[in-house]
């Protein structure tokens, strides 16, 4: 199952007691999830190699740790674009094997954007892997047109690859 769609409207995402998942925000959002056939450990020892997301994301060539903070709250990490270009991820929470959520540098019309990783493990030893980013658009009407001709459908179609490159990883790994 996978699902990518759009929306303008930030969504509430439902609360897990004591380990609630912080809300995130944008102006702008591509959400995309999709189940994955191994267990959620198994899962989670990819999401959880941060730094080297290169070996297995499409269109990533180059990513390295750009800190010598633990992996957690505060540990950051570059990443080279082959179509965007190069940015860096702060993660703003670290829940292990559960999910983190992380800030994004500006790139191109992209400001304020956050990307949310969580997964939920699943009957028969099958994990949900859901990813939301959420953004805002900058530069006036000058980045609303460039969100609108390039950006947006660049991201519809770069979210959902990246979901089946982790469950082709995940699935070969375990």
């Known amino acids: 199952m996978s699902q990518t769609h ?4 930030p969504q509430a995402k439902p609360s897990r007691g004591k380990n609630a998942v912080p809300s995130i925000s944008g102006e702008f ?8 056939n191994a267990d959620i450990k198994d899962t989670w020892k990819v999401l959880e190699d941060f730094y080297d997301v290169h070996v297995w994301a499409p269109g990533v060539s180059q990513s390295h740790a750009i800190n010598d903070l633990p992996l957690g709250v505060g540990a950051g990490r570059y990443c080279k674009l082959d179509d965007f270009g190069a940015i860096e991820e702060h993660i703003t929470h670290w829940q292990p094997g559960a999910g983190f959520i992380y800030k994004i540098t500006p790139l191109g ?21 859901e990813v939301v980013l959420k953004y805002d658009i ?8 460039m969100h609108k001709l390039i950006m947006r459908n660049k991201l519809e179609k770069a979210l959902p690859e990246t979901l089946q490159a982790v469950k082709k990883r995940v699935e070969l790994l375990a």
């Open 138 to 145: 900058r530069f006036g009407l000058f980045g609303t047109f």
């Open 109 to 129: 019309p992209l400001d304020n954007a956050v990307s949310s990783w969580q997964l939920t493990s699943l009957a028969d030893s099958q994990t949900l892997l």
């Open 6 to 9: 759009t929306s303008a409207k």
């Open 29 to 36: 959002q591509v959400i995309a999830n999709l189940i994955i």
